[in-house]
């Protein structure tokens, strides 16, 4: 009699029970924690690993680049008063600053694809 265990799981990958096959028939065994051990996991990564971009994106100019970065050099290029000019956004205009900005941003995703085309022209210039 052979055992093939298989391990079912929901949408997520958290564990939800064995499927216990032998030759005669199948039957569900609830999962316990103990065994899983003896399930194999993700290898962890270290941080240089997770910090070290993917080089997938050779055509995205903007791949590796921060927000905060991005909001930090077109300050300092153009400065808060020209910025809210360029830009029509509360948050360059009324009490501007870069913590409430990247707030704003990644809320509101026609602002950021205004902010990020506009660096992305300054980076030409």
């Known amino acids: 009699m052979i055992d093939e265990r298989t ?5 997520w990958g958290k564990p939800l029970a064995f499927l216990v096959k032998s030759s005669s028939s199948a039957q569900r065994k609830p999962y316990k924690s103990a065994t899983l051990h003896s399930i194999s996991t993700r290898p962890s990564k270290t941080m240089a690993e997770e910090n070290t971009p993917p080089e ?4 995205n100019p903007l791949h590796g680049v921060k927000l905060a970065t991005i909001v930090e050099s077109l300050v300092e290029h153009y400065g808060w008063e020209t910025l809210a000019t360029k830009i029509n956004i509360n948050c360059f205009k009324s009490n501007p600053s870069v913590k409430s900005s990247l707030k704003f941003l990644r809320r509101t995703p026609w602002a950021r694809d205004k902010v990020e085309a506009l660096y992305l022209k300054m ?3």
């Not at 997938?56 to 055509?59: A, F, K, T, Y």
């Open 7 to 11: 391990l079912e799981a929901d949408e």
């Open 56 to 59: 997938g994106q050779p055509n």
């Open 123 to 125: 980076k030409k210039e």
